[in-house]
């Protein structure tokens, strides 16, 4: 999965696989999380936001099931 850098609050990187549904998220501290069934819609959402932070925390922490990878 290709990894987005970004600098926003925690997030270090965003990337999404549509096949899968799949979303990960790598931290400030380098811990990376995958969530589950995350929807197209929500990943453009979220890579779009201006607030990426805000909107992971409002819209995909909580609300989806989430695996660490490392």
Do not use: P
């Not at 990894?3 to 990376?32: C, F, H, P, Q, W």
């Not at 992971?56 to 660490?68: G, L, M, T, V, W």
Request: proline share 0%; glycine share 8%.
């Amino acid at each position: 999965m290709e990894m987005k850098r970004v600098s926003a609050g925690n997030l270090r990187a965003i990337g999404y696989d549509e096949s899968n549904r799949a979303l990960r998220v790598e931290l400030g501290n380098g811990t990376l999380v995958e969530y589950t069934g995350v929807s197209a819609d929500t990943w453009q959402r979220l890579s779009s936001s201006a607030s990426m932070w805000s909107f992971f925390r409002d819209n995909i922490e909580e609300n989806y099931s989430e695996r660490r990878i490392r």
